[in-house]
């Protein structure tokens, strides 16, 4: 495989976690919006930043392969699905249903992120920025399924 190809493939993969990222970041600060109990405002808070945070480093990575990042705003407010269901349940006020929707949503993030670390050819930088940011998924989602049971 050629470089060019190479940085491309890599640069497209990377794409496809910002959006995501972008994404969870919207889901999580509509979520703020739409529950009332402080202890939930503050864990999606944090989770929203963090998200903030995976989408700069990604954007980073993607510029040092010569591409180009996509725009947050170039997916027309249309949230993924995973985070559709959870801007549904909004207008149910429930807050039990927003955080496991919300947790759905993170363990769908984390496959994407299995699914790229799959890929044998990433560079080390990569592959550890990567490893980096699922391993905080991972540790957000075993703090959610604790704050169900706050929540409960």
Known sequence: ???????????????????????????????????????????????????????????TEILRYGELPEDSGSFKGTLHRNWMTLKSLFSSNNEEAILEEAIRGE????????????????PPTIDSLLTKQKNAIQAAINTEKVHEELVS
């Open 1 to 59: 495989m050629n470089n060019m190809k190479y940085s491309e493939k890599i640069s497209n993969q990377l794409n496809e976690l910002l959006v995501k990222n972008y994404d969870a970041e919207k889901g999580y600060l509509n979520a703020i919006e739409n529950v009332d109990s402080d202890k939930l405002k503050m864990f999606f808070k944090r989770r929203a930043t963090e998200r903030s945070e995976f989408a700069k480093e990604l954007r």
């Open 107 to 122: 363990e769908a993030s984390l496959e994407e992120y299995n699914e790229i670390l799959k890929d044998r050819t990433l």
